[in-house]
């Protein structure tokens, strides 16, 4: 069992940066791949970033990369989500969510636990 706390989300002008943690408790990262996916208001849920539990491996949605970071910290059992050049249409509530099968995955569905997720607000 693993639970998942964000934080970091905020109101931020169109451009601007922001830096979105995801700390764990209960098992340590090094047993699951993670995820960033996010939802904006009357949308669907997202893919945004995933990573390997060594933190070697990264993919992003076409819609973040070359924008956002994630990164992996498996001695303070907690993931970075870097957002930079951000843009009014990322507004979302954004989760982190641990793939407990260490499989780099787009799909939602195949992630097994989640967090509550943080408000990120792009003003433009």
């Known amino acids: 069992q693993v639970q998942l706390v964000e934080s970091g989300g905020g109101l931020v002008q169109a451009g601007g940066s922001l830096r979105l943690s995801c700390a764990s408790s209960?098992?340590?990262?090094?047993?699951?791949?993670m995820g960033w996916f996010r939802q904006a208001p009357g949308k669907e849920r997202e893919f945004v970033a995933t990573?390997?539990?060594?933190?070697?491996?990264?993919y992003y949605a076409d819609s973040v990369k070359g924008r956002f970071t994630i990164s992996i910290d498996n001695a303070k059992n907690t993931v970075i989500l870097q957002m930079n050049s951000l843009k009014p249409e990322g507004t979302a509530v954004y989760c982190c969510?641990?793939?407990?099968?260490?499989?780099?995955?787009?799909?939602?569905?195949?992630?097994?636990?989640w967090g509550q997720g943080t408000q990120v607000t792009v003003s433009s």
């Open positions: 990573i390997s539990w060594s933190g070697g491996t990264t």
């Open positions: 209960g098992r340590t990262f090094s047993s699951y791949a």
């Open positions: 969510a641990a793939e407990s099968e260490r499989k780099i995955t787009r799909r939602i569905f195949e992630y097994d636990y």
